[in-house]
């Protein structure tokens, strides 16, 4: 039996076909849940099962390699932050011990003979991959371009949703930076040290993140009303889609960038795949589309995404759907955030761009 979800769930199967008026159904759910929780459930997604069955065995072939192979690829190792992190390798949360959890990076292929890498570009290079998993490349790089088509067509969407054109944010799709990871989370200790988790609380910092779960459980989201987490368990054939500070800060909040973690209860492994989707880094600019309308708080002016709608910010009132979440932490300055540092990173000129480390989040 289906779980009842505690996040909306929407059929985004016409986003593939040329319907506008489908389009127009599945932008209406985006907006409603990207203003209540920015967090919901996608089915219909047009990811073959096989594909996603292939990438979940190969990801636990991988974390079953021995430790020397898997450090053999170190992402220390790496120019561009690709390949494994070791177990306990990463702190989400500020003042909690290390995250339970291992993990593999993977970005765009990209030769280190290719000019972007000659000239140093943030985050551009080679990927590292196991020369033990013949496999383990053709299934991930397939499952990119996948993955890459689903955000891609949600962009679209998201877009229809603010009532600008489908095709609005079309130069943040050109060449658009993504990094796929995959994860592995031990069980729980059951004497775990005070605040240790899978993963600690977190918002993700890009435009959208497209999770892949098994069927452990153990993702949370924060309520913002009152702060309590809600689980988002695995629900076969769906992913878990959730929006970044990019998005957040781009919509002057009217969307929302949610605080989530992982706590792995369930006793035995857990692996999941999350998709971090970003967009072109060297973009200056989008289309403004009212500038009479009142400047974004935390973003500077040629960054707004304004629509010509007279929507109004924030979540919709008397929705009865207990799915709103925070997107920021408590005490947290929001013109602070890495998400400050990409918008200001991405106003100068399209040939630089800073190599200040971006945060990594994970589900």
Same mark, same amino acid.
């Not at 993140?209 to 629900?235: F, M």
């Not at 989707?277 to 060297?282: P, S």
């Given at each position: 039996?289906?779980?009842?979800?505690?996040?909306?769930?929407?059929?985004?199967?016409?986003?593939?076909?040329?319907?506008?008026?489908?389009?127009? =159904?599945?932008?209406?759910?985006?907006?409603?849940?990207?203003?209540?929780? !920015?967090?919901?459930?996608?089915?219909?997604?047009?990811?073959?099962?096989? #594909?996603?069955?292939?990438?979940?065995?190969?990801?636990?072939?991988?974390?079953?390699?021995?430790?020397?192979?898997? %450090? /053999?690829?170190?992402?220390?190792?790496?120019?561009?932050?690709?390949?494994?992190?070791?177990? @306990? !390798?990463?702190? $989400?949360? &500020?003042?909690?011990?290390?995250? %339970?959890?291992?993990?593999?990076?993977?970005?765009?292929?990209? /030769?280190?003979?290719?000019?972007?890498?000659?000239?140093? =570009?943030?985050?551009?290079?080679?990927?590292?991959?196991?020369?033990?998993?013949?496999?383990?490349?053709?299934?991930?790089? @397939?499952?990119?371009?996948?993955?890459?088509?689903?955000?891609?067509?949600?962009?679209?969407?998201?877009?229809? *949703? $603010?009532?600008?054109?489908?095709?609005?944010?079309?130069?943040?799709?050109?060449?658009?930076?993504?990094?796929?990871?995959?994860?592995?989370?031990?069980?729980?200790?059951?004497?775990?040290?005070?605040?240790? =988790?899978?993963?600690? &609380?977190?918002?993700?910092?890009?435009?959208?993140? $497209? %999770?892949?779960?098994?069927?452990?459980?153990?993702?949370?989201?924060? /309520?913002?009303?009152?702060?309590?987490?809600?689980?988002?368990?695995?629900?076969?054939?769906?992913?878990?889609?959730?929006?970044?500070? #990019?998005?957040?800060?781009?919509?002057?909040?009217?969307?929302?960038?949610?605080?989530?973690?992982?706590?792995? @209860?369930?006793?035995?492994? @857990?692996?999941?795949?999350?998709?971090?989707?970003?967009?072109?880094?060297? #973009?200056?600019?989008?289309?403004?589309?009212?500038?009479?309308?009142?400047?974004?708080?935390?973003?500077?002016?040629?960054?707004? $995404?304004?629509?010509? +709608? +007279?929507?109004?910010?924030?979540?919709?009132?008397?929705?009865?759907?207990?799915?709103?979440?925070?997107?920021?932490?408590?005490?947290?300055?929001?013109?602070? +955030?890495?998400?400050?540092?990409?918008?200001?990173?991405?106003?100068?000129?399209?040939?630089?761009? *800073?190599?200040?480390? *971006?945060?990594?989040?994970?589900?």
């Amino acid at each position: 039996m289906r779980p009842v979800p505690s996040l909306p769930l929407i059929d985004i199967g016409g986003l593939r076909h040329d319907d506008p008026a489908a389009h127009q =159904k599945i932008a209406q759910q985006l907006r409603d849940a990207c203003q209540r929780c !920015g967090f919901f459930y996608i089915h219909k997604h047009g990811i073959d099962a096989e #594909l996603i069955a292939a990438v979940q065995q190969q990801a636990e072939r991988f974390f079953a390699l021995p430790s020397a192979a898997k %450090l /053999a690829l170190d992402k220390a190792l790496s120019g561009c932050n690709r390949g494994y992190e070791p177990l @306990r !390798g990463q702190t $989400l949360e &500020a003042g909690s011990p290390p995250d %339970l959890k291992e993990g593999f990076y993977i970005g765009n292929e990209v /030769a280190e003979d290719d000019p972007r890498v000659l000239a140093g =570009k943030f985050n551009q290079g080679p990927n590292q991959w196991p020369a033990d998993l013949p496999e383990f490349r053709p299934v991930m790089e @397939r499952y990119f371009r996948a993955a890459n088509q689903v955000c891609e067509q949600l962009m679209g969407a998201l877009a229809l *949703s $603010l009532e600008l054109p489908g095709d609005h944010f079309d130069p943040l799709l050109e060449d658009a930076a993504a990094t796929l990871r995959l994860l592995h989370y031990p069980p729980q200790p059951p004497q775990s040290a005070p605040g240790e =988790k899978g993963c600690g &609380a977190h918002t993700d910092f890009g435009a959208l993140t $497209l %999770l892949l779960q098994d069927d452990a459980g153990g993702l949370q989201v924060q /309520a913002i009303d009152s702060g309590e987490w809600i689980d988002a368990p695995p629900i076969e054939g769906t992913y878990v889609v959730n929006l970044g500070d #990019l998005i957040s800060r781009w919509t002057n909040d009217r969307y929302r960038s949610n605080r989530h973690r992982v706590i792995n @209860r369930s006793g035995r492994e @857990r692996y999941s795949v999350p998709f971090f989707y970003t967009g072109n880094l060297d #973009l200056t600019t989008l289309p403004r589309r009212d500038r009479g309308r009142a400047p974004a708080r935390n973003v500077p002016e040629d960054l707004w $995404l304004t629509s010509s +709608s +007279s929507m109004a910010p924030g979540p919709a009132a008397g929705s009865g759907i207990r799915c709103r979440v925070a997107c920021a932490a408590p005490g947290t300055d929001p013109t602070r +955030s890495t998400c400050r540092a990409m918008a200001t990173m991405t106003r100068r000129s399209p040939r630089s761009r *800073s190599n200040a480390t *971006s945060r990594t989040s994970v589900g």
